[in-house]
């Protein structure tokens, strides 16, 4: 069974930078695409960003584009998410998740963490 633990996340100065992590356990990392999604307060989950198997093609929410990368390091079996320029609407529990085949859609992801907390503040 696929497991995923985010970690990194944390308090961050509007303007500033933060990287989360998510390290994959329980099967192959390499033969599932990646993502991140995110749920503000008081808001329902969004996508963030996600990776094909290899690291590249990747896409992006408009709202990040630009401010975030996503990346993913098979050998360790990790999935990135750096984030600069920090906005204080990037406030928002951060999930990474696993799915069979490349997409943006939530319901396309098999596998979830637990999140983690990023707070951006002024």
């Known amino acids: 069974q696929v497991q995923l633990v985010e970690s990194g996340g944390g308090l961050a100065q509007e303007g500033g930078s933060l990287s989360v992590s998510c390290a994959f356990s329980?099967?192959?990392?390499?033969?599932?695409?990646m993502g991140w999604f995110r749920q503000g307060p008081g808001k329902e989950r969004e996508f963030v960003a996600a990776v094909t198997r290899s690291g590249s093609p990747a896409s992006y929410a408009d709202s990040v584009k630009g401010r975030f990368t996503i990346s993913r390091d098979n050998a360790k079996n990790t999935l990135y998410l750096h984030m600069n320029s920090l906005k204080l609407e990037d406030t928002a529990v951060y999930y990474c998740a696993a799915a069979y085949m490349y997409t943006a859609r939530e319901s396309g992801y098999a596998f979830w963490g637990h999140g983690t907390q990023v707070t951006v503040s002024s």
């Open positions: 329980g099967r192959t990392f390499s033969y599932y695409s």
